[in-house]
Each structure stands twice: as C-alpha cells, then as structure tokens.
C-alpha cells in the first residue's frame, strides 16, 4: 500500500497532467498556471450548472479529503 507521501506526489502529478492537457501548446502555457487554474474552476462552474451539480458541496467535500490526506502525510 502506498505511504501518504506517494499518494501525495500522485494527487500533484494528476493535477498536474490535466492542467497541462487542459491547456499547454507546442508554445507553452496559453495563459499562465493561475489563470489556468481560474479557467478550469470557473468551466466546471459551467459544468456543474449544466449538470445540476452542487459545486460549493462538491469543494467542500474535497476540502475534507485533502484535509485528511495532509494528515496522513509524514
């Protein structure tokens, strides 16, 4: 089983590669990674208004999960 610091590295690393592929170019960065990450936040605002989704719930539930997984961590 995977100590919490790896589990670490592989949350990072996951977010990492979605917001890359959301949106790195040949070029680079289109916008820099805080606009990138206001842009993703915002889509799934858009998101979860489509798809009757409680955004403030969902964040709030994922909050509690890297509580808990910052607790793990050594």
């Known amino acids: 089983m ?11 690393r996951r977010a990492t590669e979605a917001l890359q592929a ?6 680079g960065w289109r916008d820099s990674p805080r606009e ?3 842009r993703v936040l915002a889509d799934l605002l858009h998101w979860c208004d489509d798809t009757q989704r409680d955004f403030d719930t969902a964040l709030a539930a994922a ?12």
């Open 2 to 12: 995977p100590d919490a610091s790896d589990a670490h590295t592989a949350a990072a």
């Open 22 to 27: 959301y949106a790195l170019s040949e070029e």
């Open 36 to 38: 990138t990450l206001q």
């Open 63 to 74: 909050r509690e999960r890297h509580a808990g997984e910052r607790a793990e961590r050594p």
